[in-house]
């Protein structure tokens, strides 16, 4: 008994074919969105006992390999515009953040590219805070348009949300449908500068292209994840077909088949190992989504 909708529905979606990593159980539905309106429109007439998540790019997330009883809400297929002005950008929520940086230049905008090649949404990248050494999608947030599960609408001003290290500590019950960030010019030849640097550097560090959860755990204060790691002998940890990549200890990689289960043991046994050999408990930087069980 769903409501009518102007975007879309998939109805027992195998979540391996959405997520990043190609992992994942069937999910009852899998609705996306036209617009705000239209999102609105489905949480105040949905089967109140319907349980409804939103995603992002699913580029952080581990899906139960059980599936999802309920609603995902997936905002990447419509809900991806973009809007300029001299000094702020606006973006929906789905959209891409490499789109908005690469639109951004062509704009001569200054806003977010130091944070080029993380494979998320914008609405994700402020969910989890996303950042860099010395930037944080935090530091060029100006406000956030969102709705909560009751389809009611609200803004939220920067200073009104108490944002953290890869923690955007936005309630629960609310989903992110834009975000607007301050901007300012710049030329387009210095931009590419920026990203030109930044591309050879990920390029030579981490596995792009490849099915990964990208950074898995977070850097504990004083502490770089991926040093822990390989300090604790993890390099070569490998479960199923889920890996440790080689080329960046806190990436962990799909290298054939893998199941979300190979991923989840794959995570409890680095944790056990780091606590072992550094007394360092390590924490995820990564959602989980289902029954699942990492500790």
């Given at each position: 008994?769903?409501?009518?909708?102007?975007?879309?529905?998939?109805?027992?979606?195998?979540?391996?074919?959405?997520?990043?990593?190609?992992?994942?159980?069937?999910?009852?539905?899998?609705?996306?969105?036209?617009?705000?309106?239209?999102?609105?429109?489905?949480?105040?007439?949905?089967?109140?006992?319907?349980?409804?998540?939103?995603?992002?790019?699913?580029?952080?997330?581990?899906?139960?390999?059980g599936g999802f009883?309920?609603?995902?809400?997936?905002?990447?297929?419509?809900?991806?515009?973009?809007?300029?002005?001299?000094?702020?950008?606006?973006?929906?929520?789905?959209?891409?953040?490499?789109s908005v940086i690469?639109?951004?230049?062509?704009?001569?905008?200054?806003?977010?590219?130091?944070?080029?090649?993380?494979?998320?949404?914008?609405g994700g990248a402020?969910?989890?805070?996303?950042?860099?050494?010395?930037?944080?999608?935090?530091?060029?947030?100006?406000?956030?348009?969102?709705?909560?599960?009751?389809?009611?609408?609200?803004?939220?001003?920067?200073?009104?949300?108490?944002?953290?290290?890869?923690?955007?500590?936005?309630?629960?019950?609310?989903?992110?449908?834009?975000?607007?960030?301050?901007?300012?010019?710049?030329?387009?030849?210095?931009?590419?500068?920026?990203?030109?640097?930044?591309?050879?550097?990920?390029?030579?560090?981490?596995?792009?292209?490849?099915?990964?959860?990208?950074?898995?755990?977070?850097?504990?204060?004083?502490?770089?994840?991926?040093?822990?790691?390989?300090?604790?002998?993890?390099?070569?940890?490998?479960?199923?077909?889920?890996?440790?990549?080689?080329?960046?200890?806190?990436?962990?990689?799909?290298?054939?088949?893998?199941?979300?289960?190979?991923?989840?043991?794959?995570?409890?046994?680095?944790?056990?190992?780091?606590?072992?050999?550094?007394?360092?408990?390590?924490?995820?930087?990564?959602?989980?989504?289902?029954?699942?069980?990492?500790?």
């Amino acid at each position: 008994m769903l409501p009518k909708i102007r975007g879309e529905y998939v109805f027992n979606c195998k979540m391996e074919s959405v997520s990043f990593i190609g992992t994942g159980g069937v999910c009852d539905v899998v609705f996306y969105p036209k617009d705000e309106e239209d999102l609105v429109h489905f949480l105040q007439n949905k089967p109140p006992d319907l349980p409804a998540l939103c995603l992002g790019n699913l580029s952080n997330t581990i899906i139960s390999d059980g599936g999802f009883r309920g609603c995902i809400i997936i905002l990447t297929r419509f809900m991806n515009d973009i809007e300029f002005n001299e000094n702020y950008v606006r973006s929906e929520a789905g959209a891409m953040l490499n789109s908005v940086i690469a639109k951004c230049i062509e704009n001569e905008l200054s806003c977010c590219e130091r944070l080029f090649l993380i494979p998320g949404t914008i609405g994700g990248a402020v969910a989890m805070n996303a950042g860099v050494p010395d930037f944080e999608i935090s530091d060029v947030l100006i406000e956030i348009s969102c709705i909560s599960h009751k389809g009611q609408k609200f803004s939220l001003k920067r200073s009104e949300i108490d944002m953290q290290y890869r923690s955007g500590n936005i309630p629960e019950n609310l989903i992110i449908t834009s975000a607007t960030f301050e901007a300012s010019r710049r030329a387009v030849p210095a931009l590419n500068s920026i990203i030109d640097e930044i591309a050879k550097k990920r390029i030579s560090s981490q596995p792009l292209g490849q099915r990964t959860l990208g950074s898995t755990f977070k850097n504990p204060p004083g502490h770089k994840a991926w040093q822990l790691i390989r300090e604790a002998g993890c390099s070569n940890l490998k479960i199923g077909q889920a890996s440790v990549c080689n080329l960046h200890a806190n990436f962990l990689t799909n290298t054939g088949d893998a199941t979300s289960e190979d991923f989840i043991r794959l995570i409890r046994l680095i944790k056990k190992k780091v606590f072992e050999k550094s007394g360092i408990y390590l924490e995820e930087e990564i959602i989980f989504v289902g029954e699942i069980e990492t500790k």
